[in-house]
């Protein structure tokens, strides 16, 4: 079973930065893509960032230039760092891995985080 954390979320006024983390545990040997994923109140959950165990990433149009994706392969962890806030932002932050090889199975998952909220403020 893999179970992730997610850490940093917060109050933050617009144009300031956060930084999100996730850490996945578990008895884990590797995890292909780790992203994060974002919903807003009202609308459905999209793609923010996503990156690929060899470092390849992509990222929704609106936050590219802002945020940055990477991980932490030795920590099975991945981060967020966000900066330029914008109110539009303002949303639950979740986590996922997928395609996760543990001691038991191999290329399992999707596996999400229970979410952290982010809000930004004028």
């Known amino acids: 079973q893999v179970q992730l954390v997610e850490s940093g979320g917060g109050l933050v006024q617009a144009g300031g930065s956060l930084r999100l983390s996730c850490a996945a545990f578990g008895s884990i040997f590797s995890i292909n893509f780790m992203g994060w994923y974002r919903q807003a109140p009202g609308k459905q959950r999209e793609l923010v960032a996503g990156?690929?165990?060899?470092?390849?990433?992509n990222y929704a149009d609106s936050v590219k230039g802002r945020f940055t994706i990477s991980r932490d392969n030795a920590k099975n962890t991945v981060y967020l760092q966000m900066n330029s806030l914008k109110l539009e932002d303002t949303a639950v932050y979740y986590c996922?891995?997928?395609?996760?090889?543990?001691?038991?199975?191999?290329?399992?998952?999707?596996?999400w985080g229970r979410g952290t909220q982010v809000t930004v403020s004028s």
């Open positions: 996922k891995v997928d395609r996760v090889t543990t001691n038991k199975q191999s290329m399992t998952g999707p596996y």
């Open positions: 990156i690929s165990s060899s470092g390849s990433t």
